[in-house]
């Protein structure tokens, strides 16, 4: 079975380096013609305040097209990005309760885009079981297996079912309940957390041994960068995963750039 996963999750697993905090890699945009901020936003999951805020532009009108547009969240070497290589829209099925906020929070975008990327006015309301579209990402070749659940292994949810993600990346998916709170398995720092590009929001933990942990899939997050935790502190609360409309954790642990089997990983 395939599983989408979104580019910037790659990136911070693979690129996130032990001596800094963030990516050793930075998505840089050349405006093309017919591309505006929010159609540049957008294919990269991110809303036209962030993208201008971070570039310091005052007067979006006055980007020409060979304008090299810095994308926030992905470092600091420049790599140059093709308009829409990253980015596509997934379907969303409302759920009771939701709102036109707390979902675009969950995809970390602004209300703003997503009445844009749906054509709703401002003064729509959503109706539960109606689907609409929101941030999605290109498919990977990543595969996706279940394995039987082991007492005696801590994780960071209550899972309730295991499966094991192999290829490009490799770690496990835990699936739990919406809003669970999602719980930090060592001590160490908060070296990133935030949205990233339609996965939801991801901290990332790095424990004095050299260890980074990363919680993707979170709706929210109780913790910042720079934070101290404990073992057992709140991370965030579960989300829900847009592909199999179920809450899951994406768990993975990092020495370095090699990825360590998250059963085996060291616990505090």
Not at 81 to 91: I, R, T, V
Not at 140 to 145: F, N, Q, S
Not at 224 to 232: I, S
Request: hydrophobic content about 35%; aromatic content about 8%; overall charge positive.
């Amino acid at each position: 079975m395939k599983v989408s996963f979104h580019h910037a999750l790659i990136c911070i697993v693979l690129s996130c380096s032990i001596a800094g905090f963030g990516f050793s890699e930075e998505v840089v945009h050349v405006i093309q013609k017919g591309d505006t901020i929010y159609s540049i936003a957008r294919s990269y999951g991110l809303s036209a305040d962030e993208v201008l805020t971070y570039n310091k532009i005052n007067d979006p009108s006055k980007v020409s097209v060979g304008t090299k547009i810095r994308i926030p969240g992905t470092g600091e070497k420049e790599t140059i990005a093709p308009a829409g290589s990253l980015q596509m829209n997934n379907e969303y099925r409302v759920e009771k309760n939701d709102t036109l906020y707390s979902i675009s929070r969950r995809y970390g975008i602004s209300v703003a885009d997503l009445l844009a990327m749906n054509g709703f006015s401002s003064s729509y309301v959503l109706k539960a079981g109606e689907k609409i579209r929101v941030p999605g990402s290109a498919n990977t070749d990543t595969a996706v297996a279940a394995i039987k659940i082991d007492s005696s292994v801590k994780w960071p949810i209550k899972a309730k079912e295991i499966a094991r993600i192999t290829g490009k990346l490799n770690g496990v998916q835990l699936t739990g309940d919406r809003q669970e709170s999602v719980k930090s398995l060592t001590g160490g720092i908060i070296v990133s957390a935030g949205p990233y590009r339609g996965f939801g929001r991801v901290a990332i933990v790095q424990t004095t041994a050299g260890y980074l942990y990363v919680y993707g899939g979170c709706e929210t997050l109780s913790v910042n960068e720079g934070d101290k935790v404990a073992a057992g502190s709140e991370l965030g609360k579960l989300g829900i995963d847009t592909k199999t409309a179920k809450s899951q954790l994406f768990f993975f642990v990092y020495k370095g750039n090699t990825p360590v089997d998250p059963a085996k990983a060291p616990r505090a």
